[in-house]
Structures are given as structure tokens and as C-alpha cells.
């Protein structure tokens, strides 16, 4: 095999990791400003509600960056659950800070965070940096599976 083979994902890790540091960071800022709020800087709940809304945006381009890494730099596929996990909880998230709903909304963010600072780390350790191995044989040219497998369940 040569180096170019074994080098795995580089343009979609590197985007996976910026998309990730944005998405860690948006959500590490989420308690600061909501502190900030609630010591009496009442501009800084615009400044949460807007953070949410970037927030929001940057985890759903994080999901189409990683099933890019996934499927087309033949990464693994834990950054794609991890990133559509952390977009549901986020939206969750983002309708109860706008209810009201408290009990909630606070835990639910700690939550966030937890995911959050997972999915970095997952997407930071030197093992994203391996690909998955090619298929090979006529399957990966043509993209075919062959014929099914009896499984001996109808044997005569």
C-alpha cells in the first residue's frame, strides 16, 4: 500500500474539525452569556438567543461535513452520529429556552455541552485520521454485492 492509500481523510477531517471547533465553542459561550444574563447584562439574552441561532446553522453544516468524511474521505461514522445527535438535542434545546421551559432547558444544555466537547474529542484524536479500507474486487468496480448468500435456513 502506498503512503497516499493509508493517508485517510485530510480535506473533509480538516473541515470536520473546523466545523466542530465553531459548533464546541457556540455552545462552551451558551452558559457564559446566559450567567451574563442573569446577573443583570439584559442585552446579553439577545446575545444567547443569537448564539443559538449560529448555533443552530453551523451543527446542520456539521452534519453534511461529516457525512462527507464519512462517506467520501472513508472516515468513521461516529462524527455523523454524534453530529445529528448534537443538532436534535440543540433544537430541542433552542424551543425550550423560547418556552420558558426551564427544568428542561438547563440540564439539557449541560447535556449539550458533554456532546459537545465528546464530539471534539472524537473528532480531534489521531485515530480520525485513519480511513476505512477500500472495498475490493468486481464489487467495488461495479458496485454490486453478487448474488445472496443462502444462509441455511431453506436447505433442501
Known sequence: MTTSERSGPRVTLWLLRCTTAVVTVGVLLQPVLAGGYL?????????????????????????????CFWLIGRGKPWPVLLSVALFFAA?????????RVLWVHIPLGVALVLLALGLFAVVFHRSAKVGRPKREGAAALTGELGPPRRLGVFRR
Open 91 to 99: 433544537g430541542v434545546q433552542t424551543g425550550m429556552g423560547y418556552a
Open 39 to 67: 446577573s443583570g447584562d439584559f442585552d446579553l439574552l439577545w446575545w444567547h438567543a443569537t448564539n443559538a441561532s449560529v448555533l443552530m446553522s453551523v451543527a446542520l453544516a456539521q452534519i453534511v461535513v461529516a457525512v
